[in-house]
């Protein structure tokens, strides 16, 4: 088992950053692609970013790319999401995501075994 709980989550004004954080406690010793999803009121979670268990490969939503940057630090069992150029309509719920298949990297939620619980992000125009 894995509890993951994310943190970072604010308003901030279109144009403008944030850096959320994902911290992983339990068997972290354990290989995981992670992964980081949103979800807006009356929409499905979507796929934002995922990174390898190693750190050294990444892949990003089309609406993110260039703007949204993946990380982790394996010796502190983080995960990280840094959002630039932040707009309107990334406004979601983010969720942060484990999936101990690490050999893998999958965009959408349904293979991923655990989840936090969330931090809300809301960007004003």
């Known amino acids: 088992q894995v509890q993951l709980v994310e943190s970072g989550g604010g308003l901030v004004q279109s144009g403008g950053s944030l850096r959320l954080s994902c911290a992983a406690s339990?068997?972290?010793?354990?290989?995981?692609?992670m992964g980081w999803f949103r979800q807006a009121p009356g929409k499905e979670r979507e796929f934002v970013a995922n990174?390898?268990?190693?750190?050294?490969?990444?892949r990003y939503a089309d609406s993110v790319k260039g703007r949204f940057t993946i990380s982790r630090d394996n010796a502190q069992n983080t995960v990280y999401l840094q959002m630039s150029s932040l707009k309107p309509e990334d406004t979601a719920g983010y969720y942060c995501?484990?999936?101990?298949?690490?050999?893998?990297?999958?965009?959408?939620?349904?293979?991923?075994?655990?989840w936090g619980q969330g931090t809300q992000v809301t960007v004003s125009s």
């Open positions: 990174i390898d268990w190693r750190g050294t490969s990444t």
């Open positions: 339990g068997r972290t010793d354990d290989r995981y692609t």
């Open positions: 995501a484990a999936d101990d298949a690490w050999y893998t990297m999958k965009e959408v939620a349904s293979p991923y075994d655990y």
